[in-house]
């Protein structure tokens, strides 16, 4: 509902279409105890007037003023346009309820937004159809068509009763609330305390209301009460309410001075809600018993459509003066739609019927709702007017979750098939639904309620297929919400499943296996309840079970695990490019796979390429837990042989990401990038040893590896053996190969070339089988670590003639300085000085801080100094920033980039000004020159990054 804030507002007036509560409830002029409330809200309305978006949930118990400080934050606005969106709970189960009734006076802005966003969006309002959008590009969408529309006129978004909000519509305007920074647009959500609430809101800053302080208190309180009161009555009543102000109005004006001076005896704080409850429960009773009866339906059938309950009305021969009864008690306001004067007279209205009464108004509404053609809502009423288990009421709840589900709406569809799970008898439907709502409790990440969905299904009432769900789903949890050591069986449940499966459902079976193999990552040597070679059976036999994609992943990924290195690279390559012609929806569900393959195949290119597509699809659909674990492993493999900065850079956009969903990105820990930017050992040690703890072996590798790489770089040799000699001992599948060329130099450079020699061995033969460069490059290094001096500089030149283009920065670097710190030692100085001050800059511009100090060191025993950069060139650019930047000079548009960084055109254009002045440019034709200048990204300036759809650009991260 939308209502010009500069209209005059005039107290006790019917709803009309553009009014709601906030304009009808009586409101002093001057809110008592509320100045810095109404300051704090007024200063972010004058913030988003002034294009510095901004949000905040006003939380507080029932009655304690969150209602009036809305509509005194937002009363009377001239120049901005107030949007209201009140929640109600009839809508509270139906997916995007609350969105619908917000975009529809919006339309008109709708064509400015990019295809995928409104395609989203209509999708999920129910005005199109479509595939089921992910919530969070709902959610872009709706930022990108406020942002428009706040483009001809600031607004102000205010939002009642925010938790009884359908869940849905809650997190897509968290999302948006927390992405405002450059907008003309606020937005106040008023909520009870309520944890859910604070779960979907999180990140969003909040404003708690208390009950008012003693001297406001007893002023109002004053005010409110026409007889005189006893100053020491008076100061004990707001003790005892503990200063709620309806407490303190509503209870003054209908009981006398001997009742409230009771109230204040009373030896404890007084339960307001329970209080206020029963103190309305008498007022509905006393307004007659067919205003009682109204007001029963209008309380059964809270929505923000009147015709329901007036049709339901007609329907149970409630005479329609009886309305006119309500709400000349002040109970309720009549018009567009029907308001109580506050939530508690709604309960009371409704508690304070039999419950065959309530049943009885249900089964009306619901027959008013099918007459209307609002399927949804017939169904819910349906439900709460059945007693026990009516399987065809059951039936169309199935169906109104299914159609939530098509729209994307996961958390309402949860709901409501547990309540289809309540009314279907004991049998195979039952538990069918009950395995369905934990799958969409997991798809809308809902881990809680998944766990307790999965906690009430009968085991034994399963059969195979269902069975397999609950396993995945199982697993699916102890994988994303880690408890105990789950993790180290989450493989071996995988394959269970697909055995399961097997026979009975292919495509489960298939993408099973694949899953247990991902699965197998994270625990790695700490793996329990199958062995590698048993996987690689498995995943080899369900290779056979068809032709396709799935199939020659599965075969790549067996091959990986049986087979001889030399036999497995054909069927490797083969699985990788069979990924490579994968559509963006199957790229969500199997793009991450390629890391091992094109890992185990040294092709760093080909893994860059595959886990950047399968990034920009994750932002296109609005993908962002995809998106999360993309940027986490790109992070991750950054460290081994790319660059220490752009890892860095990654953490960051996961960071940013967490925030966006409202999660805590503080924690967000790349231990192998920690050991790399010099963090004390032992906080890196405590770090792994906690995620060993928790069954993520994967992690105290990493942190091995990259507390070795460490130990390198500051010549500490022995401890650098110590550290891989376990890892080298024991291989893991893709991951120890990369650690054998920093194991040789460990070797050889501790006084062990005999342990390094059967590693040398290793990747020179690899590097014939799969014919990498990468994997040519530090194979020939490592022969030149091994090599009699005479034979040491043809391999240093071949491995720098390698590595060149590979794509692997930090390792072209090493073999710069490994040849350098030669060369020095062979007297040839001046040759040794151009490859130490390669090396050095190159690891400067990588963050490799302790390989840059060692770079230098070589580099001053060699009689040179390192290149400095040319003035002005120190500039910090933010993360957030540099990619805008990046995106900008590869010539995408403000949408473009806003959509791919799920942030709206003005904040794209925010941070482009402040590049602008970092960078003293004027034009985006002269920002690429000037980020060349800068080598933000080593190799943006040999890199197609220029290209309008370089793979880069268009995924938003970092160049390579």
């Not at 297929?465 to 396993?471: A, E, H, K, M, N």
């Not at 924690?667 to 060993?692: F, T």
């Not at 020939?780 to 071949?798: G, P």
Request: aromatic share 4%; charged share 25%; glycine share 8%.
């Amino acid at each position: 509902m939308i209502r010009d804030a500069s209209d005059d507002w005039t107290p006790r007036h019917r709803l009309t279409s553009t009014t709601s509560l906030l304009d009808i409830i009586e409101i002093p002029p001057r809110l008592v105890g509320r100045d810095d409330e109404i300051r704090t809200l007024r200063a972010l309305v004058t913030a988003a007037r002034n294009r510095a978006g901004g949000a905040l949930v006003v939380r507080g118990e029932p009655g304690i003023g969150k209602t009036s400080l809305l509509h005194a934050a937002t009363a009377r606005l001239p120049g901005v346009r107030v949007i209201r969106v009140d929640g109600y709970e009839a809508e509270s189960a139906i997916a995007f309820a609350a969105l619908h009734r917000l975009v529809v006076p919006l339309r008109a802005y709708e064509e400015a937004l990019p295809a995928a966003q409104l395609a989203a969006l209509r999708t999920a309002t129910g005005s199109a159809e479509g595939p089921p959008p992910d919530r969070f590009l709902v959610g872009l969408g709706l930022l990108g068509l406020l942002d428009v529309a706040a483009g001809d006129q600031p607004i102000v978004c205010a939002v009642d009763d925010a938790h009884w909000l359908d869940p849905e519509s809650l997190e897509v305007l968290a999302f948006v609330a927390r992405r405002l920074q450059a907008e003309s647009l606020a937005i106040i959500l008023a909520a009870r305390d309520d944890d859910a609430v604070g779960a979907r809101t999180a990140g969003v800053p909040v404003l708690q209301l208390e009950g008012l302080d003693r001297n406001a208190a007893l002023a109002l309180l004053t005010a409110s009460v026409p007889q005189t009161l006893d100053p020491l009555a008076a100061a004990a009543i707001v003790a005892a309410t503990g200063g709620n102000p309806l407490a303190l109005v509503d209870l003054s004006r209908d009981l006398d001075a001997a009742e409230l001076a009771a109230i204040g005896l009373a030896d404890d704080p007084v339960p307001i809600g329970r209080t206020l409850e029963s103190h309305y429960v008498h007022q509905v009773r006393r307004s007659g018993e067919e205003s009682q009866r109204w007001m029963l339906v209008a309380a059964a059938g809270s929505s923000a459509d009147t015709e329901v309950v007036l049709r339901a009305a007609r329907a149970l021969g409630i005479p329609a003066s009886a309305a006119d009864g309500a709400e000349a008690a002040g109970l309720v306001v009549l018009g567009s739609t029907v308001r109580f004067r506050h939530p508690l007279v709604r309960s009371a209205a409704y508690t304070s019927a039999s419950g065959a009464e309530r049943r009885r108004v249900h089964a009306a509404l619901s027959s008013a709702a099918a007459e209307l053609g609002l399927t949804e809502l017939e169904a819910v009423h349906a439900a709460k007017a059945t007693l026990g288990t009516d399987p065809a009421v059951a039936d169309r709840l199935e169906q109104a979750a299914d159609r939530a589900g098509e729209r994307g709406g996961f958390a309402s569809r949860a709901s409501v098939l547990t309540r289809a799970v309540e009314l279907t008898p004991a049998g195979p439907d039952r538990v069918r639904r009950q395995v369905a709502a934990a799958e969409a409790a997991l798809a809308a990440g809902a881990a809680h309620v998944a766990y307790e969905l999965l906690a009430g299904i009968d085991r034994s009432a399963l059969d195979p297929v269902l069975s397999g769900r609950v396993i995945a789903v199982e697993t699916a949890l102890a994988i994303f919400v880690p408890e105990g050591t789950r993790i180290v069986h989450a493989s071996e449940l995988m394959l269970r499943a697909a055995e399961l499966f097997h026979g009975r459902d292919l495509e489960r079976e298939q993408l099973a296996l694949v899953r247990a193999f991902e699965y197998a990552m994270p625990p790695e040597r700490l793996m329990e309840g199958v062995t590698l070679d048993e996987l690689g059976r498995r995943l080899t036999a369900g290779s056979e079970l068809s032709e396709g994609t799935v199939s020659t992943v599965l075969r790549g990924l067996g091959a990986h695990i049986l087979l001889p290195y030399a036999d497995a690279v054909p069927l490797m390559r083969r699985a990788v490019d069979a990924l490579a012609s994968i559509d963006d929806a199957d790229a969500l569900q199997l793009g991450t796979i390629s890391v091992a393959l094109t890992t185990a195949l040294w092709d760093a290119p080909a893994r860059h390429a595959h886990l950047v597509r399968c990034a920009a699809a994750a932002r296109e659909r609005g993908s962002l837990h995809v998106l999360d674990t993309v940027l986490w492993i790109l992070s991750l493999v950054e460290v081994n042989g790319g660059s220490p900065r752009r890892s860095g850079e990654y953490v960051e956009h996961v960071r940013e990401l967490r925030r966006a969903i409202g999660y805590d990105a503080e924690n967000v820990v790349n231990v192998a990038y920690l050991a790399w930017q010099g963090a004390p050992r032992e906080q890196v040690e405590a770090i792994a040893e906690g995620a060993g703890a928790l069954g993520f072996g994967g992690v105290q590798a990493s942190a091995a590896s990259g507390l070795a790489a460490r130990a390198l770089a500051e010549g500490a040799y022995a401890e650098a053996y110590a550290l891989l000699k376990p890892l080298v001992d024991d291989p893991y599948l893709q991951v120890t190969p990369l650690q054998y060329p920093d194991f040789v130099e460990a070797a050889v450079r501790s006084g062990r070339p005999a342990d390094a020699a059967p590693f040398v061995a290793l990747l020179a033969a690899s590097a014939d089988a799969n014919g990498s460069p990468w994997n040519r490059g530090v194979s020939e290094r490592s022969r030149a670590l091994v090599a009699a001096n005479d034979d040491a500089e043809v391999h240093y030149r071949a491995a720098i003639s390698a590595l060149d283009g590979a794509g692997v920065d930090l390792e072209i670097a090493r073999a710069h300085l490994l040849y350098g710190e030669w060369l020095r030692r062979s007297r040839r100085r001046r040759e040794a000085r151009e490859h130490l001050a390669t090396a050095a800059e190159a690891f400067e511009q990588m963050d490799a801080s302790a390989f840059a100090a060692r770079a230098r060191a070589e580099l001053d025993a060699a009689g040179g100094s390192v290149r400095t950069s040319a003035p002005g060139q120190a500039v910090h650019l933010t993360a957030q920033e540099s990619t805008v930047a990046r995106l900008a000079a590869s010539g995408r548009t403000n949408a473009e980039i806003g959509a791919t960084l799920f942030i709206s055109p003005n904040t794209v254009d925010y941070h482009l000004r402040k590049v602008f002045q970092k960078l003293a440019i004027t034009s985006r034709r002269q920002l690429a020159d000037r980020l060349d200048a800068l080598r933000y990204g080593q190799s943006i300036a040999s890199s197609p990054a220029h290209s309008r759809r370089s793979v880069s650009a268009d995924s938003g991260l970092p160049a390579r």
